[in-house]
């Protein structure tokens, strides 16, 4: 069955440090997938979008790597600081058919701690 | 980029009722959609809003439960229909010109007594 995990468990950083936030999936062979913000009580925020034959894309202090091989995103903040706390989530866009949609993971809750 | 606003931003409502939330979108778009997202769980796509057709649903959604009308580029409802506790979580509607950048409205919290 197609699954797109991410880790459940939240990721506590010390302010100052990079936090690393992966994304795997299987049976998909996505287009491209994107990592979106969300803050509690509020609506998913566009992040990045990184396509299949792209390696890595940056964003200020924000960098995603995408692994086709590995069927793996990871999704890098450098420089952490206590605002970037939230949950991070990582969808793909795959289909067949002339069908395609987006498909989000679970999420994976960041903490900066101070 | 496109602001979204959804209302209701909440509700409480009975057993067997039934709830329309509406998505207005501040610049035509070509797609709307809605998802669902239950507390500590992934979003869950409901459907695509189509303009001048009926909704595309995904497995497990059916018109009859989440009909869904879209009369014109900016403005979307979907109504929850014989509501039952299962029905209880967030209802987001998001917007996009082209899928790989979705906006997403702030969300409906519903919670079904």
């Known amino acids: 069955s197609q699954k797109i995990e991410q880790n459940s468990e939240a990721l506590n950083i010390q302010e100052g440090k990079t936090a690393t936030l992966t994304c795997n999936y299987t049976?998909?062979?996505?287009?491209?997938l994107q990592w979106y913000r969300q803050d509690p009580g509020r609506g998913p925020v566009f992040l990045l979008l990184?396509?299949?034959?792209?390696k890595e894309k940056r964003k200020e202090r924000l960098k995603v790597t995408f692994d086709t091989t590995l069927k793996q995103s990871l999704f890098h903040i450098t420089a952490s600081q206590p605002a970037d706390s939230a949950t991070y989530l990582c969808?793909?866009?795959?289909?067949?058919?002339?069908?395609?949609?987006?498909?989000f993971g679970t999420g994976t809750k960041l903490q900066v701690i101070p | 980029s496109a602001v979204i606003s959804q209302k209701p931003s909440r509700d409480i409502c009975q057993r067997g009722t039934s709830l329309t939330i509406q998505c207005q979108v501040d610049?035509?778009?070509?797609?709307m959609f809605w998802y669902r997202q239950q507390p500590g769980q992934s979003l869950t796509l409901i459907a695509t809003?189509?303009?001048?057709?009926?909704?595309?649903?995904e497995s497990g959604f059916v018109i009859d439960k989440f009909p869904i009308s879209r009369p014109n580029l900016t403005f979307s409802t979907l109504t929850v229909s014989n509501m039952s506790p299962e029905d209880s979580s967030i209802y987001l509607c998001?917007?996009?010109?082209?899928?790989?950048?979705?906006?997403f409205g702030p969300g409906t919290r519903l919670l079904v007594l």
């Open positions: 809003a189509n303009q001048g057709s009926e909704a595309t649903y």
């Open positions: 998001s917007a996009s010109g082209a899928l790989e950048t979705q906006y």
């Open positions: 049976n998909y062979s996505p287009a491209y």
């Open positions: 610049s035509q778009v070509t797609m």
């Open positions: 990184i396509r299949e034959n792209e």
């Open positions: 969808a793909l866009l795959a289909g067949s058919g002339g069908y395609q949609k987006v498909t």
